[in-house]
């Protein structure tokens, strides 16, 4: 069933988020006119960032994932993405989302942070929410692929307090969250 929703009704998911070292950023869901938003967020990821995000080297975002990434139904998929003011202008400075995918009966679980907003607690502070977020939607499992080598989300995991389970496979690791 496809579900509906005005934006009035997703300003519930709407919150400022105050970093370690005091900057604040704006969290609201994704919405299908934030494409701009999302590509610049890609642009200014190092190619490093767009590898673990993807697990694949990409130098621009497909239209057919651009439009995947921002039209969603705020249920079985949801994204929130945080945003700053530079210059008079809106960036998107981070992206936390997850979609089920029936066809497979898993939900997937990803989060970005551009570069240079990294380390100050954005990125866990999203994670937990977007949990949050889907655990208020009835899903209780996630999972994501990740390259081993990525030690950041591995100790943001460790420290969410859900229960975490790790396959290896095919030179990746299938992480399942269980909340």
Known sequence: MLHIFDENC???YESWFE???GRKVF???VLPTDEYLIVDLFN????ASIYMRFLTHLNALPEDLL???TH???DKKFALAALVQEDGKDFAV???RYGYDPKDDITDLAVTVRDDWQNNGLGKSLLLKIIS????HGITRFVSMLDPKNKIIKHILQESGYQIKYIHKDGYALVEIFV
């Open 10 to 12: 997703l300003s519930r």
């Open 19 to 21: 970093l370690k070292e």
């Open 27 to 29: 969290l609201r869901p």
């Open 44 to 47: 200014k990821l190092h190619l």
């Open 67 to 69: 439009f995947q990434l």
């Open 72 to 74: 969603i139904d705020y």
């Open 94 to 96: 981070a992206v936390a």
């Open 133 to 136: 977020i889907g655990k208020e």
